[in-house]
């Protein structure tokens, strides 16, 4: 059995994003990239499927849609333990570009179980995992949040309204998945990163592909009003406030 977790190379969620070029493109200067956070849960399951399963999982792939400069974050996914790497040779796009681009370096290739994260933490499109199943013709489990492997069964807990549905899906399928897939990423052990240097990342020639949607300007949001404190014992003013000023907000 294989496994291919998708990747995004997004901005570290700490950092205070600016655009430039009058607000039509982000401002790249100085931003720390890391693996988006849905993936690298979704990595770190793949992991301890693999060290649990007795061999039965047989590999691991990361995949990634960007430029040489995405390269860290790949080896850094490697170093997690991930086997071996595709990076697709462009600068990502929006979702259906992505997903194309994805669909197109997969379809040559076999594997089970492909994981994508809900969203990414940059753009929370929550689209390309489902697009992706489509352009491969694949069947599709989202809102993933368990993922295990019993008796050669692969078994998923999807979340719904009002509970939890348990299925035991048949591969190949993509597992899009979110919260509870894990419960902390994988940290990369000093031995981890040495062996990442040595390991395969092959590099494949993006596809011809047109984007279905364009960002036109971006907008920052608007700055917090002051916070007004109020004592307990101004409780009618608090009360005159909350009728007259916060009905405006």
Known sequence: MKILVCISDV????????????????????IQWVINPW???ALTRALELKESSGGE????????????????????????GADNAIRVDIEPKESYFVAYQLAEAIKPREFDI??????????????????????LDMASVSAVSALNIEEGKVLVNREIEGGTQKLEVKTPFIAVVQKGIAIEPRIPAMRGI??????????????????????????????????RIFKEEDIKELVEVLHKEAKSI
């Not at 901005?11 to 200067?29: A, G, Q, V, Y």
């Open 11 to 30: 901005p570290d969620t700490t950092t205070k994003i600016k655009f430039t070029n009058e607000n039509k493109e982000l401002d790249k200067t100085g």
């Open 39 to 41: 993936d690298e849960l």
């Open 57 to 80: 999982i047989e590999s691991i792939t990361v995949i990634n849609v960007g430029s040489a400069a995405s390269e860290p974050t790949i080896r850094k996914a490697l170093a997690m």
């Open 114 to 135: 492909i994981l994508a994260g809900l969203d990414s933490a940059d753009y929370n499109g929550a689209s390309v995992g489902g697009m992706l199943a489509e352009l």
């Open 194 to 227: 040495m062996m990442a240097r040595t390991k395969p990342l092959e590099v494949v020639e993006p596809s011809n592909a047109n984007c279905l949607t364009e960002n036109l300007v971006y907008e920052l949001p608007q700055p917090k009003g002051a916070c």
